[in-house]
T-cell receptor, first 114, second 113 residues
Framework: ETGVTQSPTHLIKTRGQQVTLRCSSQ?????VSWYQQALGQGPQFIFQ???????GRGNFPPRFSGLQFPNYSSELNVNALELDDSALYLC?????????????FGPGTRLTVL | KQEVTQIPAALSVPEGENLVLNCSFT??????LQWFRQDPGKGLTSLLL?????REQTSGRLNASLDKSSGRSTLYIAASQPGDSATYLC????????????FGQGTELSVKP
């Protein structure tokens, strides 16, 4: 039991809308990473947060933004949704900082953009 | 730019067979390599992690090897079972920032009873 939860489980939006996805880590997990997984593909790194600060970003445009809160829960916000944003969004957390190898993945949020 | 490739994309085997999944990466300067399992519509479960200084790791019926110089890793599954059916992903970390993983596209494994 990893204890990483994500909400909502599924979400349907239309092109141009904005969406907020949430991730709740285990107590003490101070690092969270977000990934986008398109159908049939491996996950792609979006960004990482460590102690509420962004600590690295993948090749995603600025309309993908995030937050990490003092209780180490996290949000992924996507503005101006595009059809290609349809994917499974995964968060992964760890407790030892960015250099920790072991991460715990949540079950993901399935986003469909129509 | 690091790229990770997995072959085959899909594999179907009868129960009891031993099998090998392949992973290759273009830049040998990796920090570690991990193998994950993903069940349909679910998150990832870490199976094995190999540090760059290691050659292999074993867990139960699973054995993962790493050859950094050739940019290859294999995941060996012994005596496969229907419960092994899932997508297997390999991922590399290019520095000690463990959360920034670069994944392959996965191998979808089906083990038939």
């Amino acid at each position: 039991e990893t204890g990483v939860t994500q909400s909502p489980t599924h979400l349907i939006k239309t092109r141009g809308q904005q969406v907020t996805l949430r991730c709740s880590s285990q107590s003490g997990h101070n690092t969270v990473s977000w990934y986008q997984q398109a159908l049939g593909q491996g996950p792609q790194f979006i960004f990482q947060y460590y102690r509420e600060e962004e600590n690295g970003r993948g090749n995603f445009p600025p309309r993908f933004s995030g937050l990490q809160f003092p209780n180490y829960s996290s949000e992924l916000n996507v503005n101006a949704l595009e059809l290609d944003d349809s994917a499974l969004y995964l968060c992964a957390s760890s407790w030892g900082g960015p250099s920790t190898d072991t991460q715990y993945f949540g079950p993901g949020t399935r986003l469909t953009v129509l | 730019k690091q790229e990770v490739t997995q072959i085959p994309a899909a594999l179907s085997v009868p129960e009891g067979e031993n099998l090998v999944l392949n992973c290759s990466f273009t830049d040998s300067a990796i920090y570690n390599l991990q193998w994950f399992r993903q069940d349909p519509g679910k998150g990832l479960t870490s199976l094995l992690l190999i540090q760059s200084s290691q050659r292999e790791q074993t867990s139960g019926r699973l054995n993962a090897s790493l050859d950094k110089s050739s940019g290859r890793s294999t995941l060996y599954i012994a005596a496969s079972q229907p419960g092994d059916s899932a997508t297997y992903l390999c991922a590399v970390s290019s520095d000690n920032q463990g959360g920034k993983l670069i994944f392959g596209q996965g191998t979808e494994l089906s083990v038939k009873p």
